[in-house]
């Protein structure tokens, strides 16, 4: 699939920001007054900012208010009516913590699970293609989940569960990208299923529809970069799990490491989403004699 | 509302008959030519006089080459477009209401006006049968002509969708699968019709006669020549049949 970046941006800051409000909603001592502000500031703008990233990605984002109504069977509408709930639950919240209220725990906790419930969202719009093989795999949203809440850990400058967050997730997102090598193959979509023609002996493509491409291809067949996929996983594999888990032992010594920590572990993310995205692979490339 | 309807009234659709397309792409171009100034807006091409022109479809057709060990290569034309599916998931996924399915008679249509043109459902469609429309920002896909198969303005006969009224060769069939009498639903039995993806779950409407094997000449020791030379050897007379039966003593 095409890795739009304003797609990448979504599901990286959105899931960092809503990670953070897990985070603080879970807190069992939480911060109060100016200084939770902060921390505040910076969920909302991630999460924010995530989302208005997702509208450069639609072709008439002035109607973007519709996508709210189709949560009984779309997961990008749910993703959209979350995201809201959840923005303003943790308004609230983090109000009350401001003002140092006599804040409700129980607001926090219904804050942070709505957070954790919108990144499953998220990650459900792509888990749920069964189209595409790589994808649609209970591995995808468990990662997405343990990215944005190891992310929200990090930037809350909390060793333990950001040591533990940071292992984790990169030993799912390893989980996810051998499984996903088989996925396709294991699917039972091929160029036989998809032209009904099997019994007339070894099928491939003679002659495309057009000589140029077409939206589909450059949406769906994307094969560009597929060559460098093991440099980038590696890469991915280093500014995700092995910087960041370095930094984080040495921030016991040096406080202010745990900031490396997170610009590299956010580095690893954009990589890795990227990848998500590019190695995906459509199963309508099979009547483009890729597959 | 993208929620499917539990079922619909008919099921309008198309029979596509790979043992007849010749692969002209005469549906392609008339498909464009009707969709491009009917339902919905145009049927966009970018660059069309560029070094790449790009521009939305909404039928196809793609040829494959099929080959058993032994036996010559064999072509086949792949006509595609929407299969207007029983279970579709490009509605379900639509996040506006956008894409739905008619209960009236199951096609799938998408309202432009409602569309945002987030493309999930072109995703979410296995087949490739919807495009982005990359100048109106909508999402494009087969009406199944619905703009003609009701319209009192036209003939009669043309009330059918533009691809089956063009296709010179006869392979594109277009009726009510609901109706076990209508001449898709006999094709289709007859000729072992075939759903393209079954896995995928869509159940489509659309159906696919597959092609016949073809003959192997090569096998048979089939002489396309042999009975014309037959003829022509009786007929010979004359100087020529001295030569022939002179030759034939050696
Ligand atoms: S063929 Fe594709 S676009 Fe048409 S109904 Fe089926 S899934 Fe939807
Ligand atoms: S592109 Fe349009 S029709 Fe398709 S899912 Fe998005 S809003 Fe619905």
Redesign the interface.
Known sequence: ?HPAPSIIIFTVFSGLGFGLMAYLGFDTDPLRGWNVLPYYLIAFSLSIGGLLSSLF?????Q??W?????W??????RE?VLAIVTLALNFLFGLSLFFSLDYSKNLGFVSGIFAIITVFSTAM?YA?????PRWNNSGVPILFILCSLAGGAIIMGDFKLGLIGVILSTLIQLLVWVRGDKALKN???NIS?????K????????????T?????M???VFVIARKHVFKLRILSLCFLGVIPVIFLILSLSVGFLIGLAMISYFFGLLISRWLFFAEAE???SF??GRG | MTSLPRQTDKKLGLAIDLDTCVGCHACVISCKEWNTSNYGVPLSDVEPYGANPVGSFLNRVHTFEAKLEERPAQIIHFPKSCLHCEDAPCVTVCPTGASYKRTEDGIVLVNEDWCIGCGLCAWACPYGAREMDEVAGVMKKCTLCVDRIYNENIPEEDREPACVRSCPAGARHFGDFADPTSSVSKLTKERGGIDLMPEQGTKPVNKYLPPRLKNDIAQENFDVLRPLLEEHDKNISGFLSWVDKTLEKF
């Not at chain 1, 990605?57 to 984002?61: I, K, S, T």
């Not at chain 1, 519709?66 to 189709?70: D, E, T």
């Open positions: 699939m990605h639609l072709g008439n984002p109607r973007a519709r996508a709210l109504s189709q009984r069977t779309s997961w990008l509408s959209g719009i749920q293609m069964k189209t595409v699917s039972s979509t299923t998809s032209t009904g023609l019994n007339l002996g070894k099928l491939r493509l003679l002659e495309s529809p057009h140029g491409e077409n939206y589909l450059k949406e769906m459509h199963v309508v009547y483009y």
